[in-house]
């Protein structure tokens, strides 16, 4: 709005308005003011971003139930602790992240946003124990070389915090990425949490 006021009548930015103060000031586009224009001259409201409605099965509660049972079952069975009881999955992290929310005129079903399909991304690898502690990240970047690859002094404490950093030409998460989280990422910390549990690592 400012960019558009600025290129058509950039004489406006002159004028002095009575501030909330009730003191002369400058005029400008705030936050405030963009928000009051577009709801009354155009109609639009702040709404959610809309994709695709995904489908869930019809007995998707049974199989969450079936699943919880055979977990609980198993650590009963191997005597694990809840501490040790890992659930993981990869999720896409937009190297330039896109809103979810963005102006349309009230009453439209169908809320599109610019930007909502940008490709650039990472791919994280999260992981949490039942106990609720979280497990360190691996993070999968696209390129041929590790170049790609963060190196700076942030990066360097991550990994030595237990963080894995890796690379793929596509940046899916695939077997080797797999067996890689498992070796750098998974196991360390399972020994570590034995220690801390005063439990026999090898068994």
């Known amino acids: 709005m400012q960019g558009c006021i600025q290129e058509s009548a950039p004489e406006m930015f002159q004028r002095t308005v009575t501030g909330k103060h009730r003191e002369d000031v400058k005029f400008s586009v705030s936050k405030t003011f963009g928000k009051a224009f577009v709801r009354k001259h155009l109609g639009w409201t702040w709404r959610q971003v809309t994709t695709a409605a995904s489908k869930l099965p019809e007995d998707w509660e049974k199989q969450g139930d079936e699943t919880t049972y055979r977990v609980a079952a198993l650590c009963k069975l191997h005597n694990i602790p809840p ?48 106990s609720g502690s979280m497990l360190p990240l691996q993070l999968i970047f696209q390129g041929k070389t590790i170049a790609v690859v963060p190196n700076h002094v942030e990066a360097r404490e991550a990994v030595r915090k237990g963080w894995d950093f890796t690379n793929l030409e596509n940046h899916w998460s695939n077997q080797t990425t797999m067996k890689r989280f498992v070796e750098k990422v998974l196991d360390p910390w399972r020994v570590e949490k034995c220690k801390e549990l005063g439990l026999d690592s090898s068994k």
Do not use: F, H, W
């Open 83 to 130: 501490e040790l009881v890992v659930n993981y999955d990869q999720t896409a992290i937009y190297v330039r992240p896109a809103t979810e929310q963005t102006y349309e005129t009230k009453g439209v079903k169908a809320v599109r946003s610019l930007g909502k399909d940008e490709k650039r991304q990472i791919t994280g690898m999260v992981s949490s124990a039942s």
